[in-house]
């Protein structure tokens, strides 16, 4: 219960964190953004315009009017579906509860049958769904006709009046055969204590889908395009004109400058960066939930989102140099380096969108903008070294030439009247595109990231913990050093991030510099100091080269992705030598199982999970007799196989495909490093 609770309020402390960074991110846009907008006209319907010939000199739509909106969306309201989440665990534990009870007191007055016929109707009754009473009520007071029921991750569709209460199920279960089965034998069986509620009303779920349901709803019937005639002086305001006058009347005052009007734009606006962003936290948590999870990466997000939004803002409203120095493309490739390329795409079109509207010609500026942001993104796809960045900005800066110039081959019919000026703030925001590199140390020291360019460096083997490593466990450094390159192939044929792999693989096993001589790669002369303990204590001097390899790791200031692969290269898997070996002297006896099982946690991303694969393939390796491709076959499936049988990798984002093409590289590189041979055939006799 104790844990349950401390789950509970720590996502109540998450979601409080995500509250209150939207919020703010959300404000401090607003409060930056220009305001502005003008209607100077009275009208009232069935009565002659007293004005001139009013022509709409800007797009706007026909809202509906407020009846309209009420009635339609009351409609879309009453087909509403609510949802709910099926928990397939309640059914699970009413039967193993029946069968318990059956054992230990109910045989006495309950006949073998009538516990196959409660089996049989409860399993009826949790297929149809058992609701809360209150939800119950809620669902006939809403006239609600289905529900959406959520499975795991398929949602159907169900009629909410084969659904039951705890009361109708109990009263199922009496009545549902009085023929041959007798009512006063089932009540002696206190039936209520197996039934329980397996569907449970999914608020976020319903109050999510009931939002975008309303947000989906259209507010207009119809357009009015600039240019376009909307009456003459002396015409009679018919409902059709009124409609299309009170809109114009809306959109202008959008547009006014008056304090009032002022807070109807700063409304508009709030609802619109809302919106936006709200869009920008769903597509995180549907679809990068690792990142919605973690707060330094939504704190990223939302920083650069925040800091580019501002400052184009200012540069608008206070008419400061030209909005196209700003370098947009830094955006995109600060978060792919850090995070992914769609989230870095994403990122970019919601803070071009929420800047555009700062512009007087938006569509020109999106445009430009997300044309360059996508060349960054291919063209940088992993940042090593710095002339990668100057090879971007200089792609960034022709692939906005080049657009801007085919833009204005499509609006202008004079090529003298092209603008030169142009092409030169490209030129600066290519310049400024530049300072990307440095602001990637400081980002990696705020928000807690690790961008490839550290990785590089820390992989270098003249890194003083890589040299320390290699004089004092020579054997260790040797193994890590081909378990990163079996790591880092495996990690580029499924798309993991090598990089990544091949440093972890480089630290993972820093604590065996503490105890050398007990680990048998480092052991020379038949010196094996494990036969003077015993096998606990041989498994404790094992296991604690990783709480030795994390303590080294924060000396030396490792980032804390290389301490997990530190800290999961084993997982919570067991030292099995000393482990097996316990066992084999001692049968019949269970020995402590923590003394020989590592402090974990198991992998839990691609990369730390190919880490275990190749630490492990990797070491038993070397104790092949002999190396032929089936030896080497044999072993790589065994090691590999185990390790997927044990659960290690359960709670890792790696699929079976992902593990057959490790195995196969695994095999490949072996065989290369050992210099396998085919088997000749003998003479048969």
């Not at 706007?60 to 579906?81: A, C, G, N, R």
Request: glycine share 4%; with cysteine; charged share 20%.
């Amino acid at each position: 219960m104790g844990i349950s609770r401390t789950k509970k309020a720590f996502s109540y402390r998450n979601l409080l964190y995500k509250a209150l960074i939207f919020i703010g991110t959300v404000t401090v846009i607003v409060y930056f953004l220009p305001r502005e907008g003008k209607f100077n006209y009275q009208f009232d319907i069935n009565k002659p315009w007293k004005y001139g010939q009013l022509i709409a000199t800007f797009d706007f739509p026909i809202y509906k009017s407020d009846k309209v909106v009420k009635h339609e969306q009351d409609s879309i309201l009453s087909s509403f579906k609510p949802f709910y989440d099926l928990n397939k665990d309640v059914v699970f534990k009413a039967h193993e509860k029946l069968k318990a009870d059956y054992q230990a007191s109910l045989h006495n007055i309950l006949p073998i049958a009538y516990l196959h016929h409660i089996q049989e109707k409860l399993t009826e009754i949790y297929q149809a769904g058992i609701v809360a009473t209150e939800d119950i009520n809620r669902l006939k007071q809403d006239s609600t006709t289905a529900i959406m029921l959520v499975d795991e991750k398929i949602v159907h569709q169900r009629n909410a009046d084969l659904l039951f209460s705890i009361k109708r199920a109990y009263t199922f279960l009496l009545t549902a055969d009085t023929v041959h089965f007798s009512q006063n034998i089932l009540r002696q069986c206190s039936l209520n204590e197996y039934l329980s509620p397996n569907l449970t009303y999914d608020k976020q779920r319903t109050e999510t889908s009931k939002k975008e349901a309303l947000d989906n709803y259209s507010w207009a019937n119809g357009i009015v395009l600039s240019g376009q005639k909307i009456i003459d002086r002396g015409e009679i305001v018919n409902q059709e004109t009124y409609n299309i006058l009170s809109s114009l009347r809306k959109e202008s005052i959008q547009r006014s400058e008056s304090m009032g009007q002022k807070r109807l734009i700063l409304a508009g606006q709030i609802l619109f960066v809302g919106i936006i962003m709200l869009c920008f936290m769903l597509y995180i948590e549907l679809f990068r939930k690792d990142y919605y999870e973690r707060t330094g990466s939504i704190a990223l997000l939302f920083s650069l989102i925040m800091f580019f939004c501002v400052v184009t803002a200012i540069m608008v409203t206070n008419n400061i140099f030209n909005i196209y120095i700003v370098p947009y493309a830094m955006l995109p490739i600060i978060i792919q380096i850090f995070l992914d390329s769609r989230t870095a795409f994403i990122t970019q079109v919601i803070t071009i969108l929420i800047c555009s509207i700062c512009l007087r010609y938006p569509h020109e500026f999106i445009l430009l903008q997300l044309s360059a942001g996508l060349v960054a993104i291919f063209s940088l796809r992993e940042l090593s070294q710095r002339s990668q960045l100057f090879q971007t900005a200089i792609l960034v800066i022709l692939t906005y030439a080049a657009v801007y110039f085919a833009f204005e081959l499509i609006t202008e019919n004079d090529l003298s009247k092209l603008n030169g000026s142009m092409y030169i703030y490209f030129t600066i925001n290519g310049i400024f595109l530049l300072f990307a590199y440095p602001l990637l140390f400081l980002l990696e020291k705020t928000f807690g990231f690790t961008s490839n360019v550290t990785l590089v460096e820390l992989s270098n083997i003249n890194n003083p913990l890589l040299r320390r490593l290699s004089e004092t466990v020579p054997g260790t450094f040797q193994h890590s050093m081909q378990v990163a390159n079996l790591a880092a192939e495996a990690a580029i044929r499924i798309g993991a991030n090598s990089q990544l792999v091949r440093t972890g693989a480089l630290y993972h096993d820093i604590g065996k510099m503490k105890n050398p001589v007990f680990f048998t790669e480092n052991q020379t002369g038949g010196l094996n100091p494990h036969k003077n303990l015993s096998y606990e204590q041989s498994s404790q001097v094992i296991i604690s080269h990783v709480t030795d390899g994390v303590e080294l790791a924060e000396k030396n200031n490792l980032p804390k992705v290389i301490k997990e692969f530190i800290t999961t290269h084993h997982g919570r898997g067991k030292t099995k030598f000393f482990y097996i070996s316990w066992k084999n002297e001692h049968p019949g006896e269970e020995p402590n199982e923590e003394l020989f099982t590592y402090p974990g946690p198991n992998p839990f991303t691609r990369e730390t999970a190919i880490l275990m694969m190749a630490d492990g393939v990797e070491a038993t390796s070397r104790s092949l007799t002999e190396y032929t491709e089936e030896s080497i076959n044999n072993i790589v499936d065994k090691i590999i196989d185990s390790q997927v049988e044990e659960g290690y990798f359960r709670e890792c984002p790696i699929t079976f495909k992902d593990i057959a093409t490790v195995k196969s590289v695994f095999k490949e590189k072996l065989k290369t490093i050992y210099h396998t041979r085919i088997s000749y055939p003998e003479l048969k006799k």
